[in-house]
């Protein structure tokens, strides 16, 4: 018999929760008015909260800064004004801090996917449990004259 009634509790697959991460990265809105020098402060912010996330392993917070780091400065930054007017040498270190996050993020994503995984095939187990639990308490409580096969 088929008692698919319980409603149990809903995880997201493991590829479908990285893609929920990133929707956490609304695009920043450029102010062409503030300096484009506090955009590369921000940045080095960032980059320091996903280091300490990282160390904390908190690793969906860490995952979150690292990726709006890289798209503050692959897709947003050179939109402003003065993008070019910033110094090559601070370019040069935010190019090598991009390569760094690149690299880090993708070493979180690994991470965290094995560990969406793991948390997914639990509550798969735990659904399939739950839903053989509850059959197994149905069958017991209904008698069979009243169960239509």
């Known amino acids: 018999m088929n008692y698919n009634i319980i409603n149990t509790t809903h995880v997201e697959p493991p590829e479908k929760r990285i893609g929920t991460l990133l929707l956490l990265n609304p695009k920043i809105e450029l102010n062409i008015n503030m300096a484009v020098i506090k955009y590369y402060h921000f940045g080095r912010q960032l980059?320091?909260?996903?280091?300490?996330?990282?160390?904390?392993?908190?690793?969906?917070?860490?995952?979150?800064?690292?990726t709006r780091f890289m798209t503050l400065f692959l897709e947003t930054i050179k939109e402003h004004p003065d993008y070019k007017n910033v110094p090559i040498e601070?370019?040069?270190?935010?190019?090598?801090?991009?390569?760094?996050?690149?690299?880090?993020?993708?070493?979180?994503?690994?991470?965290?996917?094995?560990?969406?995984?793991?948390?997914?095939?639990?509550?798969?187990?735990?659904?399939?449990?739950?839903?053989?639990?509850?059959v197994s308490c149905i069958d017991h409580l209904i008698p069979p004259s009243f169960v239509n096969t």
């Open 90 to 134: 601070e370019r040069n270190l935010n190019y090598r801090a991009l390569r760094k996050a690149f690299l880090n993020t993708e070493n979180i994503k690994t991470k965290l996917l094995k560990q969406f995984r793991t948390q997914y095939k639990l509550r798969q187990e735990q659904n399939k449990d739950l839903q053989e639990l509850w």
């Open 47 to 66: 980059i320091n909260m996903a280091k300490v996330n990282a160390k904390e392993n908190d690793l969906e917070k860490a995952y979150v800064y690292y």
